[in-house]
């Protein structure tokens, strides 16, 4: 007697720009739970897709199944969300190379796009030259920065003008984020329609206000370079879901996906509002010759050989962006890449203390060891104070985020324990001196006998075992001057530790970073950094280094 | 076969052939008269204006092109006038003058490529060449184009100075696994024109484009020079099939653009093409280290994913190596490379 079994299944898949990630979810038991998930290059296409999830499924599902394996991934309703077709190009065109300039540029590349050329007034190039670079580059859009706000700048006109004797009329949009006074003379040098202004990046020689122009050129890159049902972009709907998780579970998340080409990062607040970025620059391809990114790579990296094997490595990694690292040297001069890249995407963001910083994209969420992803998003986001450290290694909160509001949060819900990889918690001061205690952590588990205080020195990491499902009260006593971000400066912090893949991690290196400068003390320590968090620990041993 | 190259036309460029028209490589498609270094003119004393007043009086914008005593500005009668032809950029309110950037004598804007003419637009023109082309992984320097002259022995066969010698002027030399920035150094002393390569370090061509740049700022650099990268980065010698075609088509013209790194060979038949998910008895190239620019067979695909030394684990094969020795390899780091049909 054959039994008949029903089941629904539903298809998550996220396409980057290398990497295609699939998760299969089904009803099983009347709860929906990730039954499996691959992933592979982009380049193999959808077929080689569906083949491998019916490989796949085929040795995870009920043999009564098999037959209709087939058929039900057809009918499965499929979400789906992707990586933009291609990057937005812009041009900067601005007064001074590290004030206006320098805002227009980092408000563009936050928002996604390209920068495909700068060209200020005091570039030193002539204006032949100017012109000439800015009439042969290739441009979806133009912005113009220059002159304080309150004051006619000639200089910043000039600005305008060079843009308007390079561009052919009507032939991409120009955004003039500099001095108010000059809007109207500004938009008469373009076509009707042609310019629009939006709030000075440099209003004063003080300050810097990047917000408008920023989100005015994500809007414009959706418009100007997408072209598709925008929803579907990874960049709209992995923060949707982070806003959606955020107000669901009442935390403060910051989620980042290092991408091979770019990368996003989401703050969400406990209400569920979000503010994300999309750095066009931002992912492993983004670092490949920067004068004197390999050196900076080989240096955090401390075991990936030297800066001319680096710097081959990073041209690899943006040539043939779905190929992997073989070889451990490989693996930690990725990771290393990956730690710079996080670290830009936070540096100008004044982020505060977070609850949950989640791991998106196969660098980080598909790292071979938790230890390792626990590590980029560490080093890189430095993120200050207690906070849970999570992965998305099934890739499903991107496709989630497509979905109409009031279904990413259910999908969520739905998914529960599935959703997330808990990597732990992490407790990261600031402040103190070489060599003194700069916390003391006491960890209450409920169950355990009393254990004796934990005592951190500044450039300290350790690890203590504590298991995902567990929960550990914590009593933290920072040392003199040092600073777990609290708004006043406590004598004793108490916080909840949830456990993880990798446990509570106690982090006295400091924010930022700082590495010996000498070569050998340097590599020691990186090394017994990465010893720390990724040794299989003795139950209820700590690991220190 | 046949491919089509744009050439990109800049603001005020005036093409010289049209659609259907056969073009050579050193021919001029277009020529323009680019801007050149900015000067002032004055505008409101002529017209007995304040500075500020003369603005209104203004008869043109940023941008315009204007023609030798072509007016700038006009009022009652009294009028400013562009000296020489010229590119008007912007107005000084505060002094009352013009800036504005005369234009230089017409340059030419040669295509390097050898085709026919298919399509010309404000932006651009599409030629359509008879030949093959080949995309590296990166590459520098300009376009140009010579004789395909093959200066190694085997692919994997490192480029040395000593290899370069006056028969290589004006040509493009195939190399094999890599170049030092001396040898690059020698070859564009020597006017070789460009050179091909399997890989090379990124840091030699730095080293290499860095030392080009210092000799530039002195005027020292003579004629263009252009170097791509076909396989990857680091010591990766040319896929041997690839070589025995550049071998078979030795001889022939070539353009070569390195910043883009593209290769056009004329005249030539399809190159051994690649293509991703390799299958089994495919013949592979992998592309990450400790493999990296090694050919072999693929002999069976993994059934699990495998981990590889680095930790990830991830659908493999088994390859066997014409060096040798059979390895274990991430599917993801092998592309099959295609028979040439006829070969």
């Known amino acids: ?47 080689e897709l569906h083949r491998s999830l019916l490989e796949r499924l085929d040795a995870t599902v009920d043999p009564r199944l098999t037959s209709r394996l087939d058929e039900l991934l057809a009918s499965a309703n499929r979400i789906e969300c992707h990586t933009a077709r291609r990057p937005g190009r812009i041009v900067v065109a601005a007064v001074s190379r590290e004030l206006s300039g320098g805002a227009a540029r980092r408000a563009a590349e936050a928002a996604g796009w390209q920068v495909a050329e700068v060209v200020t007034l005091d570039d030193g190039r002539s204006l032949a030259d100017r012109l000439a670079r800015l009439q042969s580059v290739e441009t979806d859009a133009w912005v113009i920065a220059g002159g304080f706000d309150a004051t006619r700048s000639p200089r910043a006109l000039e600005a305008a003008a060079l843009v308007a004797s390079a561009r052919r009329r009507g032939s991409g949009p120009v955004i003039w984020a500099g001095s108010a006074e000059l809007a109207a003379e500004v938009a008469a040098l373009f076509e009707p329609e042609g310019c629009s202004t939006v709030g ?86 983004g670092l490949a010759g920067v004068a004197s990114s390999a050196a900076r790579v080989s240096r955090l990296a401390g075991d990936a050989g030297d800066e001319a094997t680096v710097a081959d490595l990073l041209q690899t990694l943006r040539s043939r962006p779905a190929s992997l690292p073989e070889t451990p040297e490989e693996l930690s001069a990725t990771h290393a890449a990956a730690r710079v890249q996080a670290g830009s995407l936070v540096e100008d963001a004044a982020l505060g ?46 496709p989630l985020g497509t979905l109409p509001d ?65 929960e550990a009260e914590l009593t933290i006593e920072p040392g003199d001057g040092v600073t777990l971000g609290a708004g006043r400066r406590s004598l004793r912090v108490q916080a909840l530790a949830t456990g993880g893949a990798v446990g509570l991690i106690l982090d006295a290196r400091g924010i930022p970073i700082v590495l010996p400068r000498r070569g050998d003390d340097r590599r020691a320590m990186v090394v017994s950094w990465r010893d720390a968090l990724a040794r299989e620990p003795a139950p209820g041993v700590e690991r220190v280094a | 076969m046949s491919v089509v190259h744009r050439v ?39 017209l007995h204006r304040s500075p500020a007043d003369a603005a209104e009086c203004l008869s043109v914008t940023p941008g315009s092109y204007l023609e030798a005593g072509e007016r700038l500005a006009e009022d009652r009668g009294r009028e400013a006038v562009a000296p020489s032809a010229c590119l008007f950029l912007a107005y000084d309110r505060d002094d009352g003058t013009a800036l ?87 070859a564009r002393a020597m006017g070789v024109a460009g050179i091909v390569l399997g890989g090379m370090l990124d840091k030699e061509l730095r080293d290499f484009e860095a030392s080009q740049q210092r000799r530039r700022q002195v005027g020292g650099v003579p004629g263009d020079f252009a170097v791509v990268l076909l396989e990857g980065f680091g010591k990766v010698g040319l896929d041997p099939g690839l070589f025995a075609w550049f071998r078979a088509h030795e001889g022939r013209m070539a353009s ?47 059934d699990a994913p495998r981990a590889a030394a680095s930790g990830i684990a991830v659908r493999s094969a088994l390859v066997r190596f014409e060096d040798g020795p059979i390895a274990i390899v991430p599917l993801a780091n092998l592309e099959a490379t295609e028979p040439v049909p006829g070969a």
């Not at chain 2, 190159?271 to 050919?295: C, E, F, K, N, S």
Request: proline share 7%; charged share 20%; with cysteine.
């Open chain 1, 1 to 47: 007697m054959t039994v008949a079994i029903e089941t629904e299944l539903a298809l998550l898949i996220d396409v980057g720009s290398a990497w295609a990630k699939a998760s299969v979810i089904g009803r099983v038991r009347g709860r929906w739970r990730l039954v499996t998930r691959v992933a592979q290059p982009t380049s193999w296409g959808a077929g």
């Open chain 1, 200 to 285: 000075n990046v440099r209003p004063d020689p003080r300050r810097e206000v990047t917000a408008p122009l920023r989100e005015h050129l994500q809007g414009l890159l959706r418009t100007v370079v997408a072209r598709e049902d925008e929803t579907h972009l990874a960049a709209i709907a992995l923060p949707r879901a982070i806003g959606a998780l955020a107000a669901a579970s009442g935390l403060r998340i910051l989620a980042v996906d290092i991408g091979a080409r770019g990368a996003i990062s989401a703050l969400a607040e406990p209400d569920g509002s979000f503010d994300s970025r999309i750095h066009g620059g931002g992912g492993l391809a």
């Open chain 1, 353 to 398: 203390p977070l609850d949950l910083v989640i791991g998106c994209g196969s660098t980080i969420a598909g790292a071979p060891l938790p230890a390792q992803a626990a590590r980029i998003l560490l080093d890189g986001l430095r993120p200050i104070g207690v906070t849970q450290l999570a992965v998305d290694a099934a890739s499903v909160l991107g």
């Open chain 1, 406 to 470: 009031g279904e990413i949060r259910e999908g969520i819900g739905l998914l529960a324990e599935d959703l997330l990889v808990p990597l732990g918690t992490a407790v990261v001061c600031r402040g103190g001196e070489p060599g003194r205690v700069a916390m003391r952590v006491t960890v209450h588990r409920p169950g355990w006998p009393d254990a004796a205080p934990v005592e951190l020195r500044s450039g300290q990491l350790q690890v203590v075992p504590l298991a995902r499902g567990q």
């Open chain 2, 8 to 46: 990109r036309l800049p603001i005020g460029a005036v093409p010289m052939v049209e659609v259907g028209h056969l073009v050579e490589p050193a021919e001029v498609l277009a020529t323009r008269r680019p801007p050149g270094p900015g000067v002032s003119i004055p505008v409101a004393a002529p």
């Open chain 2, 100 to 186: 504005v950037a005369p234009l230089l004598a017409n340059e030419p804007i040669v295509g390097h490529v050898r085709g026919e003419v298919s399509s010309i637009d404000d932006e651009g023109m599409e030629i359509r060449i008879g030949g093959a082309l080949l995309e590296g992984v990166g590459g520098t320097g300009s376009a140009v184009h010579g004789e395909l002259r093959v200066a190694v022995h085997e692919p994997g066969e490192e480029l040395r100075a000593g290899m370069i010698d006056v028969g290589a002027t004006g040509r493009i030399v195939v190399g094999g696994s890599r170049a030092s920035a001396e040898t690059l150094t020698r």
């Open chain 2, 256 to 302: 070569l653009f390195g910043d883009s790194a593209r290769v056009y060979v004329y005249d030539a038949g399809p190159p051994p093409t690649r293509r991703a998910l390799a299958r089994v008895g495919d013949r592979v190239i992998a592309h990450r280290r400790p493999h990296a620019g090694g050919a072999g067979e693929l002999v069976r695909l993994l």
